[in-house]
DNA sequence: TGCCAGGCCCTCTTTAGGGCCTT
């Protein structure tokens, strides 16, 4: 059976969903066996005004947005696009807010579990100099995958580092890297008993 | 008008505080 993952990214207008706080944009890796098989991306109209900061932070401009399909309709299109794969995020607790916020919009639920390269590269990536998504991108050696702070360009930088934390665990722990159910418990495992953890694991 | 998150993690901790990370 292939193992599927789904990497999202959301760009939003601030940082806690609401009535005035909504998604603006959108972009979906699907991750069949550790590669990109998949890509959905779109902007969304949500009816809110984007701050200065915000769009000088990630490009998305008021009038880009007058022009982009309804929230609605991006969103039905995204939760069919995902289906009930299991996904993944970077800083997961930020975007599954977005994703569960707008999904309730439309009388829907979400199925699955979030894993989280954050928490995981804290865990497997100490040396790090920090875990900001573009830094571990530019520090592990990943492809530059276009503008950051756009949607579509951050769920792929997440991708990359998702299997770059497979071959860590296999390098380094001898254990396979994209298997959801493991990288959801690694994440919960307090960060000085990974190596516990993984040691402990059934071979 | 003025306000403006929250979960995680470390430590000079646990009767707490502050930095990180996402937009």
């Not at 806690?16 to 706080?21: D, F, I, K, R, S």
């Not at 254990?175 to 960060?191: E, I, N, S, T, W």
């Amino acid at each position: 059976m292939k193992q599927r993952l789904a990497v999202i990214d959301f760009e939003t207008t601030g940082i806690t969903p609401g009535p005035g706080c909504r998604a603006t944009e959108i972009g979906i890796v699907l991750l069949e066996d550790g590669q990109i098989v998949d890509r959905y991306q779109s902007l969304m109209n949500a009816g809110v005004r984007v701050p200065a900061m915000i769009e000088q932070l990630t490009g998305i401009s008021n009038a880009m947005l007058r022009s982009a399909p309804p929230v609605a309709q991006v969103m039905r299109e995204a939760a069919d696009f995902v289906g009930s794969t299991p996904l993944v995020a970077h800083n997961a607790s930020f975007d599954s807010k977005f994703w569960d916020y707008e999904l309730a919009q439309l009388g829907r639920s979400r199925p699955q579990a979030f894993a989280c390269t954050l928490l995981l590269s804290r865990r497997l990536l100490p040396q790090a100099p920090d875990h900001k998504l573009g830094t571990l991108t530019r520090w592990a050696g990943l492809p530059a995958t276009g503008r950051a702070h756009r949607a579509l360009a951050d769920a792929e930088m997440a991708a990359n580092l998702l299997l770059h934390l497979g071959v860590t665990l296999r390098q380094r722990h001898g254990r396979g890297a994209v298997d959801h159910g493991l990288l959801c418990k690694l994440q919960k495992v307090p960060a000085a008993k990974v190596a516990q953890y993984l040691r402990e694991l059934p071979a």
